[in-house]
Nanobody, 123 residues
Framework: QVQLVESGGGLVQAGGALRLSCAAS????????RAWFRQAPGKEREFVAA????????YYADSVKDRFTISRDNARNTVHLQMNSLKPEDTAVYYC????????????????WGQGTQVNVSS
């Protein structure tokens, strides 16, 4: 079993920045893909960004490309999401997820999830 705990959410003005972190514990593997998803009220959970086990491959949703950066520190079992130039439409609960092997944009393919951290961007 793998436990994921997100941190770093909060309230920020449009144009500001936040850095989310996701710490993993339990039966963790370095050879796993990690991803961030988000869910706004009344909307489905959507893909934000993903990173492979080595950190050499990353994928982003078009809506966050060039503004968000995903990274990982396997020595600390931690994944980060640096969010710059935040917009009100980025407001959502952000979830960290993990799965073995390949990156995937479909949330249904992820085995482990954190409890989420709220991000609010005011206009």
């Amino acid at each position: 079993q793998v436990q994921l705990v997100e941190s770093g959410g909060g309230l920020v003005q449009a144009g500001g920045a936040l850095r989310l972190s996701c710490a993993a514990s339990g039966r963790t593997f370095s050879t796993d893909a990690r991803a961030w998803f988000r869910q706004a009220p009344g909307k489905e959970r959507e893909f934000v960004a993903a990173i492979n086990w080595s950190g050499g491959r990353t994928y982003y949703a078009d809506s966050v490309k060039d503004r968000f950066t995903i990274s990982r520190d396997n020595a600390r079992n931690t994944v980060h999401l640096q969010m710059n130039s935040l917009k009100p439409e980025d407001t959502a609960v952000y979830y960290c997820a993990a799965r073995v092997l390949n990156i995937d944009r479909d949330p249904r393919s992820y085995d482990y999830w954190g409890q989420g951290t709220q991000v609010n961007v005011s206009s």
